[in-house]
Nanobody, 118 residues
């Protein structure tokens, strides 16, 4: 059974940085498309980024492009989301998912809360 566990969320001031981690178990992360999706309070799910397996391609939502960087560490079977220049509108629960918009998201982590506020 695949499992994803996120960590690294918290409270940060506007302009600050956080790095989210997502540790995978039950499958080899390097063989799969992996994505981050977020949900702001009172809003629907918003796709943030996707790392395409086997290719050096990572796609980002326009709202985070240039500020967020998604990466993988195969040795730790972990993906990361480095978030810089954070804005209050980045406040959300961030979910790590196995999959992509074209293949579907079949496993989700429990989510980690990010709050950007002064």
């Amino acid at each position: 059974e695949a499992q994803l566990v996120e960590s690294g969320g918290g409270l940060v001031q506007p302009g600050g940085s956080l790095r989210l981690s997502c540790a995978a178990a039950g499958f080899t992360l390097s063989s799969e498309d992996m994505s981050w999706i977020r949900q702001a309070p009172g809003k629907g799910l918003e796709w943030v980024s996707t790392s395409v397996s086997g290719r050096a391609i990572t796609r980002y939502a326009d709202s985070v492009k240039g500020r967020f960087t998604m990466s993988r560490e195969s040795a730790k079977n972990t993906v990361y989301l480095q978030m810089n220049s954070l804005k209050p509108e980045d406040t959300a629960v961030y979910y790590c998912t196995k999959g992509s918009s074209w293949s579907g998201y079949d496993y989700w982590g429990q989510g980690t809360q990010v709050i950007v506020a002064s």
